[in-house]
Antibody
Framework: EVLLVQSGSEVKRPGESLKISCEGS????????IVWVRQTPGIGLEWMGF????????TYSPSFQGQVTISVDKSISTAYLQWSSLKASDTAMYYC????????????WGQGTLVTVSS | QSVLTQPPSASGTPGQRVTISCSGS????????VNWYQQLPGTAPKLLIS???QRPSGVPDRFSGSKSGTSASLAISGLQSDDEADYYC???????????FGGGTKLTVL
């Protein structure tokens, strides 16, 4: 069974840094892109960026370029999403998802990590 | 505003058939396949339909998808109370070089 397990909820202050994780299991982790998606009540689902675990090649959505960093440690089948300086507007649910290249489908999703940024 | 346009809400009674539309453009729906996701309250999106009309293993055949030009539709027949959820369409966008999503449709079973 394909599983993506994300790290737990976080509550942070504006200006703090944060790194959340997404561990894949039940499949060959390096063969599939990992995509990060943000969900907010007002905007809905937004693609943030993706990473190819085999070589760490990363692509960012223009909306998130420079705002976050996506990385991976293929030795432990884990992808990361990090912020160097959080803003209140980063408050959202964040999902990682596995991408099937052939039909460009996000077929399996993590359970989500709720990030709350508040002073 | 989401790149793909969905009605914010839909409703039906048990046993009815309901359709949810998704409108896009030449750079996304017209050029690439459409996926549909079901999101139950408090859970992650779950793949319901891939490649316009393919059901992953375990998805009942009450759910079906179609695409024509720059639009796609999700149909749910034999509506059940368990179908109450948010439904999202998604597609790759060649201009953005990434995924775009609909704003979601909240389905209520009356």
């Amino acid at each position: 069974e394909v599983l993506l397990v994300q790290s737990g909820s976080e509550v942070k202050r504006p200006g703090e840094s944060l790194k959340i994780s997404c561990e894949g299991s039940g499949y060959s982790f390096t063969n599939y892109l990992i995509v990060w998606v943000r969900q907010t009540p007002g905007i809905g689902l937004e693609w943030m960026g993706f990473i190819y675990p085999v070589d760490s090649d990363t692509t960012y959505s223009p909306s998130f370029q420079g705002q976050v960093t996506i990385s991976v440690d293929k030795s432990i089948s884990t992808a990361y999403l990090q912020w160097s300086s959080l803003k209140a507007s980063d408050t959202a649910m964040y999902y990682c998802a596995r991408h099937i290249t052939g039909n460009r489908t996000l077929d399996s999703w993590g359970q989500g990590t709720l990030v709350t940024v508040s002073s | 505003q989401s790149v793909l346009t969905q009605p914010p809400s839909a409703s039906g009674t048990p046993g009815q058939r309901v359709t949810i539309s998704c409108s896009g453009s030449s750079s996304n729906i017209a050029s690439n396949t459409v996926n549909w996701y079901q999101q139950l309250p408090g859970t992650a999106p779950k793949l319901l339909i891939s490649s316009n009309n393919q059901r992953p293993s375990g998805v009942p055949d009450r759910f079906s998808g179609s695409k024509s030009g720059t639009s796609a539709s999700l149909a749910i027949s034999g509506l059940q109370s368990d179908d109450e959820a948010d439904y999202y369409c998604a597609a790759w966008d060649d201009s953005l070089n990434g995924w775009v999503f609909g704003g979601g449709t909240k389905l209520t079973v009356l």
